[in-house]
């Protein structure tokens, strides 16, 4: 299997909101990551976890949350977000040790009104 | 990490080959080449990679050329599934501390695959 799974596909919030992005994977991957991406834009990195642990922090705004409660589990928590924050969000995940690939998910895609 | 150079759009008759280059002037000795491509709203998706040498999958070739200065990704018969943009990545080996690895994306090119 190798899928990385993402929920919600669309997701819709209002600037006072409160809402959560998921991604799963079941390879095995111990290191899983977020990116960004605006419309005809390339993905821009915005998060890795390593082993369950942050890794890298792209000095993205505290707006946005990560959070790694398992090793297949990946949350992206946005609170207070800005209309600018609408985007393509893609989760993606590797081996963490060697040259390994990325595998991404389908994407969320947030539309802050 | 290095950058990249790739055009912004190319075109390609369905069952022909598909050449997409890309520069790398400044590539260093421990950085390889990657090659992702995204079809429209969907994830991107691994092709390729290679070091040195010339690197062949059930998808794509890789060609490196001696200097490893530039590449050029050759889809052998595409098809109006490999419409998609193509993006050349350059990274180093060796991971992140802790583990993990950094992908930047360029600008990337879009093939467009035509009947």
């Known amino acids: 299997d190798t899928e990385v799974t993402q929920t919600p596909k669309h997701l819709v919030m209002g600037m006072t909101n409160k809402k959560s992005l998921k991604c799963e994977q079941h390879?095995?991957?111990?290191?899983m990551y977020w990116y960004k991406q605006k419309a005809k834009k390339p993905p821009e990195l915005m998060f890795v976890y390593s082993y369950e642990k942050l890794s890298i922090n792209e000095s993205v705004p505290s707006r946005f949350s990560p959070e790694c409660p398992n090793s297949s589990l990946l949350n992206l928590h946005l609170h207070a977000l800005q209309p600018e924050d609408s985007a393509l969000y893609l989760c993606a995940s590797s081996q963490a040790q060697g040259q390994e690939t990325q595998y991404f998910g389908p994407g969320t895609r947030l539309l802050v009104l | 990490d290095a950058k990249t150079t790739q055009p912004p759009s190319m075109d390609c008759a369905e069952g022909r080959a598909a050449n997409l280059p890309c520069n790398h002037s400044t590539i260093s000795g421990n950085e390889y080449v990657y090659w992702y491509r995204q079809i429209h709203s969907q994830g991107p998706q691994y092709i390729i990679h290679g070091l040195k040498n010339n690197e062949t999958n059930e998808m794509a070739s890789l060609i490196i050329t001696e200097d490893r200065k530039s590449s050029t990704l050759i889809l052998p018969h595409a098809t109006l599934r490999d419409t998609a943009v193509y993006y050349c990545i350059v990274r180093v080996g060796r991971l992140l501390t802790g583990g993990g690895n950094k992908l930047t994306f360029g600008t990337g090119t879009q093939l467009k695959v035509e009947l």
């Open positions: 390879m095995g991957h111990r290191a």
